[in-house]
Each structure stands twice: as C-alpha cells, then as structure tokens.
C-alpha cells in the first residue's frame, strides 16, 4: 500500500508548479504578494508546497549556485490553519505562531528576537482586550496581556509545525533535504523581561514595525505557506484571512494560500450574512459580488491547479507501482528518466515502455501491474476527475480487496476484472449497485451485462442499452462496458463477496471525505433552517461524485440513527432542490431504514412530497408500497391517514 501523505518527491510532475510559485515569491519586484495555489480536495496543494519549502531551503543547495545565492535571504514558514481550529481567538493566535516560528528560525531569528517579543506583547494585548469583553474584568486586562495569560505558553506546541520540523514530507526511501530546526527560545520570560510597554496592535503600526523588523534582519522576503485552510471551519477561515490581512502591503512578504477556493467563498459569504451585511438581489448576484471582490483583494495571483491528464494518471500510477515493487535504486532511475523525457515531451507518457527500458525486463508483478495501469487510466482519469489522493486511495482499496481475496482462498479472482468492477463502483456507485443486484439474482452471471456488452460498439447501441436499463447509455458507462476484459463470461460473486462492506457507501469508508462535502453534510444535519439554507447553496458547488458522497454520507446517518427526524430532513432538503440523485436515494432509505425505528412525520412529509413533485411517484413507488403495507407502524399509519386528505 501506499502512505496518503503530502510529499516532496514528484511523481505527477508538479514540480512546474512549485518552481513557478517560487519565481514570484522571491522576486523583489512582485513583493508584497499574496499568491492562491487553488485545488480540490486532493489536488495536490500540500505537496506542492513542501516541494516549494525544500526547494526556499538554504542547505538543498551547492555552495556556490545560483539557487543558493537566491535562498540566502529567504525564510520560508509552513503553517497550518487547521491546527489553531480550536483556539478561543485564532486571529491572534495564528499572528503569534508567524511571529514565532520567525523568531526561531535558525539563520534570521537570533537578529530579530526583540522586535518579535514587542510585537508579540502586541498581540497578547490585542487577544486580552477581545476576550476581556466576554470574560475578564477590564481592570485585569493589562495583567492578562503582559504575564498573567498569555496566548504564547499555549502555541510553543505549534510552533514545530508552522516553523516546519513538525509536518514532515514522507520520505518514501529517499533522502529528503534537511530541515532548518527552529531554535528553542523561553519567549514567556522574554517577554516578561521586556519593557516595552503592552499597546493595543493597530494595523498600520504593526505593518510598519513588522517591516522594519524585516529590513533590520536582512531577510529578503518572507515565504509564508499556509495550507489546510479549506478544512477550517467558515469562522475560522476568516480568522486565518483576516491575520493574513495585517501582513498584506508589509514590503518582502509573500503568503502562499493553499485551499479549495469554493469553501473559502462560502465562508465569506457567511461573514457577510453573520453581520448583516448580505445585500444579496433575488438571483444571488450582489452577494457573489462582495464575495469576488472580497477575494480579489486578499488574492492578487489566483493559481488553480490542473486535474491529472490520463496521460498524467498513467504516469502517476506507473511510479507509485515501481516505488512499490522496485528496489531503490531503480526507483531513482526511473524517477530521472521521467524527469528527463519530461523535459521533452510533457505530453507523453512515461510507462510500460520507459519503464521497461530502464529495468531491461520488468519483474513478472510490476510488468502486470504497468499493464493494468496502461488499460485502467484513461477510465480512473475520467471516474476520479484526475485527482492524484483519489488515485492513490483507489490503488489502496484494490490492494486490500487482493489481500482479502487471498487470505480468502478466492483463486478465481483476476486483476484486470476486479480493477474494472472497482472503478465502476468508484466513478458510479449507482451502477455498480445495481450490477451487485443482478448478479445476485442469477448466480453471478447477470444476462443484462452480457447484452450489454454484445451491444457496445454498433450503431443502434445507445438505443440497445437503454432498453435494457435507463442510464447505461450515458458515454462514460459505455466506455466503461467496451473496457477490457468482458464480463460476459466471468462469474461475479467472489468480485462482489470482497467488495460486500462497501455496497452501501461506495467506498466511500476508503476515501476520506472532502472538507467541502463534509461541511455540506454537518450544515444539513444542523437542524437550523438557516444553516440548512447555506448547505443548499455550497451543495450548488459539489460535483457530482461529491453529491455521491454527500448522499451516502446522510445515508449512513439515518442508518445510524433511523429515529432523528434531523438525518431524513437533511436528504429531503437535496430532494426539495432538486439535487441530482436525491430522490432516488431518499427513496431507497425509505425502502430499507427500520420502520418501526423511523419518526411517523416522515410519512406525513412524503405525502407532502409527492404531491408537490409529482413526478417523482415512479421513484418513490417501492417506498410507498411497503408503507402502506405497514400500517402496524407510526410512520406508516402516518403516510396512510396523510394520503386521504
């Protein structure tokens, strides 16, 4: 298997990226800059920027090379939003842990020590006058800020990690650049020693005095990455840009934003309607333009990153199966050929072929598995929408399933077959579920994939496979149907008996959820009409494969808890909005949760429904059967007196 961490070495050939990014934050003429490196979930912001923090690195260099003489006065500081998520006011917390993780910085932190301890003073007076308001008594205020509570006792833990030595890149077998350890500094005695005066931060003093404590200690620029911002709550996300905003003009700054920027547009938007400053006209247009203009003025270069070609995907791939399967040595020999014929041609795509160069003959494993990667790429680029931590997590779940099958002496079970079956359930989970029903009902051998299959490729195809089942003719499921090998002749059961813990939520239990899909999912389950609305606005964003995990996600939780009213309301409100899939997942809940377990206001609640979309009768009809069938149920008296009225 392989780590689902962020990494330095680059197997996608993002280090384009990196080297970009690096060109305008030590560049004096694009200083001060704040630069957004945009992705999804999983793009790759992360590893993307620890490329960027080894490549700032002073030590990655020969003595004597130009990329040395550029790191000479460049700090680079890694912090992550998410760890000051639970902090009482992560504005000034996240000020602090800049503040220090710069004090301690092993080349520039000796020179600029004094200036960051009156800052610091600064902050803690700032942080103690906002509390003071809700919880301390105005004359302990000045006893809070300079000793008696101070936020900086409390982020010494931080400090590793926004300085860099706590969020290590995984090595994977390589020798990895080493990092600039933070020196160890008491800066609560500093800061009690000093005697510089507590004064509340201002914001054109502190950018002028942090400027100056810039140009004092020779630094160049300043390289802040700041990544993780889209898993913060939309609170905290305005905390953390509105702390980024008091560095914003200071000369030799640059900030690096890593997020997704649908959440951070959502999280301004509800700054804006938690002041009361939404000036939204009918069709939402005045609010997205408070929003962009919001951004535009925090962002000064927006960078989005591009989803993997299959050309990309099959690269990608192929490098994860060596680092796994071939000695080290190897791996870094394929690891510069790729980079090399990068250089060339950035189109082409380094597998089976190149590999096989470099290797001279390919182990019998690594040459099946370069062979699964060559056939599977194009439909995993398209199921996945070239996101390398899906990649790389569909690539764990078919190594576990290839276990499990051995542990289970399921010798029958082929690679190719079950990588095909894999993405099917991956790229579209429907499908996939209703294959598992087929199959299950004709010994493994379901007759429809078999026409299915037969039908594929001739003129009246689209037209076949409709006939057999609504939806099989979309182009992604018949360029799924032609992939090889055909299942006509397979027999299904072993395939489906690995995969049996995952039928429910298309593995979705293996891929973690995305900040954006979760944030939905938690608005909804609130219960607050409010908060329900701003669900429905975000879930407007989702892709469809984030609508797929959206609505297993509620599934699993009224399958969890059947008798919270809450857990239907929330799928209800996606049907209401006509969100794609919706209804047929809220009917197959109603078909399958207990009955006896479920609140009788979702039968009165489906009556309601239906009658206002009363196209969706067809799709309700197995859910509305088996409630008038059971009348010896408070929900299904409920739907049964509901419908008389």
Excluded at 383 to 389: E, I, T, V
Excluded at 509 to 525: D, K, N
Excluded at 538 to 550: D, N, R, S
Aim: charged share 25%; proline share 4%.
């Amino acid at each position: 298997m392989w780590a689902d961490n962020e990494t330095s070495r680059d197997l996608i050939g993002f280090q384009v990226h990196s080297d970009l990014i690096r060109s305008i934050v030590v560049s004096p003429a694009m200083l001060p800059v704040t630069l957004g490196l945009f992705g999804d979930w999983g793009s790759g912001k992360t590893s993307i920027m620890q490329m960027l923090r080894r490549d700032l690195d002073l030590e990655r260099w020969g003595v004597g090379s130009a990329e040395r003489k550029a790191c000479e006065k460049v700090a680079c500081l890694y912090f992550n939003g998410w760890l000051f998520e639970g902090y009482d006011d992560a504005k000034s917390a996240i000020i602090s842990a800049i503040l220090l993780a710069l004090g301690e910085h092993k080349r520039f932190g000796p020179k600029m020590r004094d200036g960051v301890v009156r800052l610091l003073k600064s902050v803690n007076w700032m942080r103690a006058v906002r509390m003071g308001i809700k919880h301390i008594a105005l004359p302990a205020l000045a006893a809070y800020a300079s000793g008696g509570a101070s936020v900086v006792p409390s982020l010494i833990g931080c400090v590793q990690g926004v300085a860099g030595a706590g969020h290590k890149a995984e090595p994977q077998g390589e020798q990895e650049a080493e990092e600039e350890s933070p020196e160890k500094v008491d800066w609560e005695s500093l800061i009690r020693r000093s005697p510089e005066k507590e004064s509340l931060l201002e914001v054109r003093s502190f950018r002028e005095r942090f400027g100056k404590l810039l140009a004092d200690s020779d630094i160049d620029s300043l390289v802040v990455l700041v990544d993780d911002l889209d898993r913060c709550s939309p609170e905290r996300v305005i905390e953390n840009l509105e702390a980024i905003k008091l560095f914003l003009s200071v000369e030799r700054t640059a900030f690096v934003i890593g997020a997704d920027p649908r959440i951070v547009r959502h999280a301004i938007a509800w700054r804006y309607q938690q002041y009361g400053e939404r000036r939204a006209s009918e069709d939402g247009e005045e609010e997205q333009r408070l929003v962009t203009d919001y951004l535009e003025k925090l962002i000064q270069v927006p960078y989005h990153l591009p989803r993997l070609s299959p050309a990309e995907t099959e690269t990608y791939m192929s490098l994860l199966f060596c680092a796994k399967l071939a000695p080290p040595n190897r791996m870094r020999e394929c690891l510069a050929a790729c980079e090399e014929q990068r250089e060339k041609n950035r189109y082409a795509v380094f597998g089976y072929g190149a590999i096989e160069q470099v290797f001279g003959t390919l182990p019998n494993d690594l040459a099946e598995a370069l062979g699964l990667c060559s056939q599977a790429a194009p439909l995993i680029t398209e199921g996945l929408k070239g996101n390398p931590r899906q990649i790389k997590r569909f690539l764990n779940a078919l190594f576990l399933r290839q276990q499990l099958a051995a542990v289970a002496r399921l010798t029958n079970i082929q690679a190719d077959v079950l990588v095909k079956l894999m993405i099917l359930e991956y790229a579209q989970g429907k499908y996939f579920r209703q294959l598992y029903d087929w199959q299950a009902s004709q010994d493994g051998h379901p007759n429809q994939i078999a026409a299915m299959e037969a039908a594929v490729g001739k003129g009246d195809a689209e037209e076949k496979l409709a006939a057999i089942s609504k939806g099989w003719s979309i182009a992604s499921i018949k360029k799924w149907l032609a992939m090889p090998p055909k299942l006509a002749e397979v027999d299904l059961r072993d395939y489906f008996w690995v995969a049996r813990d995952r039928l429910e939520s298309t593995l979705s239990g293996v891929a973690m959820v995305p900040p954006l899909v979760r944030q939905v999912a938690e608005l909804l389950l609130s219960g607050k009409p409010a908060r329900r609305n701003q669900a429905m606005e975000l879930a407007q964003q989702c892709t469809e494969k984030e609508i797929e995990l959206l609505l297993g996600l509620l599934r699993s939780q009224i399958t969890r808890q059947p008798d919270r009213k809450d857990n239907f309301d929330a799928l209800r409100a996606l049907v209401d909005a006509d969100v794609l899939g919706a209804a047929e997942a809220f009917a197959e809940t109603i078909a399958s949760a207990p009955l006896r377990r479920m609140p009788p206001s979702v039968g009165m609640d489906l009556n309601v429904l239906l009658k206002k979309k009363t196209k969706l009768v067809p799709t309700f009809e197995v859910a509305v059967q088996r409630l008038r069938e059971s009348s010896d149920t408070r929900v299904g008296r409920a739907f049964i007196e509901g419908e008389k009225t």
